[in-house]
């Protein structure tokens, strides 16, 4: 018997909160750890050890940020730890979404409990390496951005309504290889794209007033407030601007490319 009282040993554990998360069910989970790693460890005991590692890396988190919080101000700008090294280019973004839920009886309202949807939140912070160019290494319109019928399919996937004409065109299946290609500059051979280094995700439930400190935490601790080239990413929501003036206000606010693109295309 473990300390924990599980019996199980730390690497049985991660392989149980892997399954766990990553299965489509603890049912799931359970049959592929047996198959895969002769575990004969049941669903029930599957979804227990998963939220109760869940909810102590909640809590972890929770504690980081409330430390920072009584940090001084000036303190929550700078460099986590003087004398660690700082990324060169340092990129955040964050981004709202919706994912279903099953409904609890804690939940706060009976409109919650009557639909699976929830909103969320969810902030990407990555480290880049580039060469810092006085113009635009690369003006050139992505090729896949002057294909009508991809461009077509992106704005609608993006929720916006098509222009009148462009309904059949962006319900077409995608071209065939034999196809054309549009003219402008593959991805791949992009000139002066970053090398990035380090990506790490953070997501959440919480509203844009309680992720907005996670996100600033979890920013500070990989020392981004001390890198020379800072951006934010957005799609211009309002809540995620706030986000920005708020937590990151020496970072250059960027309008997310893709979502511009939809707005204008949907407006042409």
């Known amino acids: 018997m473990g300390l924990d009282r599980t019996g199980l040993s730390p690497r049985v554990q991660q392989k149980v909160v892997?399954?766990?998360?990553?299965?489509?069910?603890?049912?799931?989970?359970?049959?592929?750890?047996?198959?895969?790693?002769d575990l004969a460890i049941g669903p029930k005991p599957v979804e227990q050890l998963t939220k109760r590692i869940g909810q102590e890396r909640l809590d972890q988190r929770d504690?980081?940020?409330?430390?920072?919080?009584?940090?001084?101000?000036?303190?929550?700008?700078?460099?986590a730890e003087?004398?660690?090294?700082?990324?060169?280019?340092?990129?955040?973004?964050?981004?709202?979404?919706?994912?279903?839920?099953?409904?609890?009886?804690?939940?706060?309202?009976?409109?919650?409990?009557?639909?699976?949807?929830?909103?969320?939140?969810?902030?990407?912070?990555?480290?880049?390496?580039?060469?810092?160019?006085?113009?635009d290494p690369d003006p050139d319109v992505p090729r896949c951005f002057l294909?009508?019928?991809?461009?077509?399919?992106?704005?609608?996937?993006?929720?916006?309504?098509?222009?009148?004409?462009?309904?059949?065109?962006g319900a077409g299946p995608d071209p065939t290889p034999d196809e054309p290609a549009a003219p402008g500059r593959d991805r791949a051979a992009r000139p002066g794209r970053p090398q990035r280094l380090v990506r790490s995700v953070l997501a959440s439930r919480?509203?844009?007033?309680?992720?907005?400190?996670?996100?600033?935490?979890?920013?500070?601790e990989r020392n981004f407030f001390g890198?020379?080239?800072?951006?934010?990413?957005?799609?211009?929501?309002?809540?995620?601007?706030?986000?920005q003036q708020r937590h990151f206000p020496s970072f250059e606010a960027i309008l997310d490319f893709v979502h511009a693109?939809?707005?204008?295309?949907a407006a042409a």
């Open 18 to 37: 892997h399954a766990g998360v990553h299965s489509s069910s603890y049912q799931q989970a359970a049959r592929d750890l047996n198959e895969l790693s």
């Open 63 to 79: 504690a980081a940020v409330a430390a920072f919080q009584e940090r001084p101000l000036m303190e929550k700008d700078t460099v």
């Open 82 to 135: 003087p004398g660690r090294p700082c990324p060169p280019v340092a990129m955040a973004s964050v981004d709202g979404g919706r994912l279903q839920v099953r409904s609890t009886a804690t939940e706060a309202s009976a409109s919650e409990r009557s639909s699976p949807w929830r909103e969320s939140k969810v902030a990407v912070l990555e480290t880049y390496q580039s060469e810092v160019s006085p113009t």
């Open 147 to 169: 294909d009508l019928t991809r461009t077509a399919r992106l704005v609608r996937g993006l929720g916006h309504a098509l222009p009148g004409g462009l309904e059949v065109e």
């Open 206 to 220: 919480a509203g844009a007033d309680d992720f907005g400190p996670m996100m600033h935490q979890a920013a500070w």
């Open 227 to 243: 890198a020379r080239r800072r951006a934010f990413l957005g799609d211009g929501q309002a809540a995620n601007w706030t986000i």
């Open 261 to 265: 693109l939809s707005s204008i295309f």
